[in-house]
């Protein structure tokens, strides 16, 4: 650790930290625009010039972005000079900078209207002609409003060293430089996304976003991407319980500060699709809505059927630890039956960025954190099961919107006597069921996930399900307790304490402990170069 | 389709490569540019995609280097580029004069050229020949201590 | 007055073909690489250069000693020569890359062999063609006579220098600005710290950055020895200078004083004055960035101590003389227009204030400035100067701008309060120097008195 003084005040701070970092973790912020804790250090704004002794009692200028902190350091940030140079940086990228505040996406988030606020002047000097660059649409994702853009090259340095891309540049020269794509290669890399993140302006903006409502408006809600198993943090900005964008949250253990572009814009698809809002039972070769009082009747029957030892239960790698975790109570209680499986999604590619950002080949979010729940890695002894005539019943957990069966899948589950299946959308796991129950997509849950390196990390509801659909954990315990079950605690956090002392490698933690930023499991199931 | 130089040149590239470590083709970008602009008269996109698959960047990398520097053409110029300095030095032994003169008598603007396309005329900063001027750059050829008479001269030469 | 000397150009004055490695051999070329590689160690050559007072030539004017001495040992290291000679009023560069280009390939080797070097490259202006062309030429002689390539003269030094093109922007002469643009990047200069070429250069790795002229007299020291060296010129300038005159002046060149010689003599008794003895009005006396000098401020001798005190610098010694017909608006409206063609556009101050900056001037020239102008102007050099990553922002940014404003400030009120471009009788143009001061130790760092200010008009 470092003793460093800053504007009069001691502060202890860990040594070789950057500056601007220290500073800002313990409450003083240093203005800056170029400098991002997940890109090196650029130093071209020179919005964060401080002074420094650099000999006793004289005083010197630096650029705070490109300083390491070092013990006996001392800084000043609100000199005359350091005061006086924000506010001639502000003017400086005002000259040319359109007066779009009233129509531009980043307003209220914006750091030349934050700084401009706090350091700049309140009437421009300037009486010679604006610079009007037109704007420029990058790719599938980003546009580029050139006049706003402070050429600070967050965006340039993303590609060239997160994505490893490098689809941007700068042309031009002086003044007159731009940012950039190359004639026929747009800005389409897996995490474009993310410039518009970084971009301390309002240059570069996704298309999604574009003109959408002023961001003062959404409620925020911290949660996790369910797009795949490297649960990204993210944070939804709701509003009337539709999602309006997803940006990444700050997790230097899982996603730093990144997502896909998969995960940010693929929630269209979930809230777009047609979902069930009652249940189903089948009448000849149709499924019928049903009401609940009859869908849970049909469940109760078909799966105690023979005394239950028949009966198997399949949970999903979309879905939390809670439901799994209750689904084998079920098994176990209810059904007194050892028949368990895990209905796994089959794997793609695994996309590595230049930086070792992951975007996972397996699409499902919590496949290691279901099959240490379930104690099944698969379905191989369900099917095995149903094949060899000792599995006729099943009670399978999907959630996926875009799950395809294949022809075995398909044959073995046509041989079962009783499907019972818990979905979202008319699945094609819906299309063979006896009785089908409307369960939550992750944007309605509360509960937890495990990600591929065994981090468990916490899931918010966003909003309530949607017409007669009900939240998955609170369907199986019901569906339990109408088999006869003591389920125990109904509510996400409780269930997880029970899952503390009952699962392996969870021991030890809970709500308070996995917090906003997850913890690491340990032992079987989890990751052993974790440690803690 | 790809532009190729042809098998000279491609040995002149391969002569430029050779000056550097072997992992640091990059900086063989501004010669090949040169290159280039002499191999296809300016610098096109495509000369710059050609360029990057010989050092093994991105395009827009290249184009970064193409854009910046003020000798590499975008567009076509005439036979004769013409290009006169107009920095402090010569502006003070009469380069507006010579200017003036040029842009008369071949009736082009600075930066413009002639619908004949033989001549293009610009203006460049300074070319360290200050003790000669006013002074212009015909291609690669240096003219010193103009004067209206020298400049007939000269444009006589060129014929 | 001091006398001239040809210790530099002695050589290229009375041979044209110094180019050609034979006739530069038959001269004595190249015995001092041989003396040097085979008496002496490279400890040697580095007390010798420190010995010697040498101080940069290519405008900074740091001692080469000292920064030789800099340089980290974290093989391998690199050197790198600048040639990249843009800045106005400077074209003594080219006088030797054209004239002797041997002689400054010796100093290479030389300084190559005191740093244990082993790769070179010796960057030019792109549009010095014919010079890049003779120079590829001239290092494939020097190769094929043995100087060059491996175990050099039998005495396990290896060694390539190569040519390397610059494309025509000003900003490859920035140290850093160079080493980029020889790694193919846009020649953005890099944050000092830590990015000190000697610490952390090319690819990363210790790297000299030398001026061709500073080459060029390295091969001197090494010839003539320190001690003989440093009895040219005085203990603050030792060695030759190779001042270039240009401009208002009847006999413009290049001639090889010592940094003894005033402002005043060169203009007058060196080259000869002023073309029909009119007046002076003023001198920019290191290329087109170094603080303007009036006449009254002319009686200082050349070196860059001297020049520092007052306010202004040594810098390439390229001496453009302006007399009485020139406008100062006029001439500070084309240095504003060359800072802000050859802005690079990296960081804030520079990118946006310079082309203000201009924007300003010009409208002042075509009648259109305003009483706030002046001020203005003299604000936006205070928001830029010392607050940009490279040095570009203060010269040729800053200093024109404002010692050209503080010193003639009558003629830039004539200008905004006429509401044309006026060109006032020289004494009337400028203020007396006890009517602004200069705030060490930056050059540049002008203030107008108050009073001086009240005076004039307001």
Redesign the interface.
Known sequence: MATITIDDKEYTVPDGKNLVDAAAEVGVDIPHFCYHPGLRPDGNCRMCLAEMEIRPGQYGLITSCNTRVKDGMKIKTDTPQALSNRKGVMEFFLLNHPLDCPWCDQAGECRLQDYSFAHGRSESRFVETKRVPPKKDLGSHIVLFTTRCILCQRCTRFCDDIAGTSELGIVQMGSKSEISTFPGRPLDNKMSGNVADICPVGALVTKDFLYKPRIWHYEKVDTLCTGCSSGCNITLEVMGQKIYRIRPRTNLEVNQYWMCDDGRFGYHAWQDVDRLKTPLKRVGDKLEPTTWPEAVRIAVEGLSAEGGSQTAVAGSPMATNEENYLLRKLAHLALKTSHIGLHRKPAGETWVSKSGFRIEGDKSPNARGAAAMLGAEDMQTVFDGIETGTVKRLYLLGGDIERALSETERATLGKLDFLLVQDVSRSELVALAHVVLPGAIAFEKNGTMTHVGGRVQRLAAAFPQPGGARMDSDIIHYIGRQLGADMGASDPQTIFDEIAGQIEGYAGLNYETIGKSGAMTRGAGSSEAAGG | MALEFSPEARKRADEILS?Y?QD????????L??LAQEEWGYVT?EA?VCVADM?G?????V???A??????NKQPVGKYEIHVC????C???GCAEVLGYLSEKLGLQPGETGEDKRFTLKK??????????PVM?VN?TLYTNLTPEKIDDILKSLE | MAAPISVLTKELRENPRLADIDVYIAQGGYKTVEKVLKSMTPEDIVNEVKNSGLKGRGGAGFATGMKWGLCAERFPLYLCVNGDESEPGSFKDRLLLEGNPHRVIEGMIITCFALKINLGYLYMRGEFFQIIDQMEACLKQTKAHGFLGKDILGTGFDLELYPQAGAGAYICGEETGLIESLEGNRPYPRLKPPFFPAAIGLWGQPTIVNNVETMAQVERILDMGAEAYKQIGSADSTGPRLFGMCGHVKKPGIYEYDSTVTIRELIYDVAGGIPGDRKLKGVIPGGISAPILTPLEIDVPAEFGAMGKIGTMGGTGGMIVMDETTSIVDALLNASSFARHESCGQCTPCREGVPWMNDILRRIKEGKGRSEDLELLLDICVQIHGRTVCVFGQAPGVWPVRTMIVKYWPEFKACIDQKRLVVLPVDESYLKPDQYEFVPPVPGNFRLKPEAVAAAGG
């Open positions: 000056r470590p640091r083709k990059k900086s063989a970008v501004v010669p540019l040169h996109p710059m050092i960047c991105s395009p827009v990398k184009a970064e280097i854009t910046f520097y003020p000798m590499y107009h920095t402090l030095p502006a003070l032994t460049i900063e300074c070319l360290a020949a200050c003790d000669r001027g750059l690669k």
